[in-house]
Each structure stands twice: as C-alpha cells, then as structure tokens.
C-alpha cells in the first residue's frame, strides 16, 4: 500500500503528526546542519507513513 492510497483521514493524521513533531523540533539552524536536518526531517515523514499504512494493513 501507497501513502497516497491511505484512507483521506489516515492520511490527514499522518500529516498532522508529522506537522506537530518538525514545528517542535525545527529552529533556526546553521547551513552546515540544514542538509542534516533535512535529511532527519525526510526519515521521520517516511517513517510516519509507513507506521500508518502499517496499522492500516494490520
């Protein structure tokens, strides 16, 4: 299953989830760590997504 596939509520939440923890977590960072940090920001989203398709499939 696609994240895109997820039910529109699912798929909302998993949004939201993802919006609450980058707004706590992202501040004003130095260039050197923006790619880093990008890059964590990238993982979280995928990780969210899988965890909700999971318990989706499940």
């Not at 299953?1 to 039910?7: A, G, V």
């Not at 004003?28 to 790619?35: F, G, L, R, S």
């Not at 989203?45 to 398709?53: D, K, N, P, V």
């Amino acid at each position: 299953m696609k994240f895109e596939e997820l039910p529109i509520d699912a798929r909302a939440a998993a949004i939201e989830a993802y919006k609450q923890i980058v707004i706590r977590e992202i501040g004003a960072v130095e260039a050197d760590y923006a790619k880093d940090q990008k890059a964590r920001c990238e993982n979280l989203a995928e990780t969210i997504a899988a965890g909700f398709i999971k318990m989706m499939e499940s």
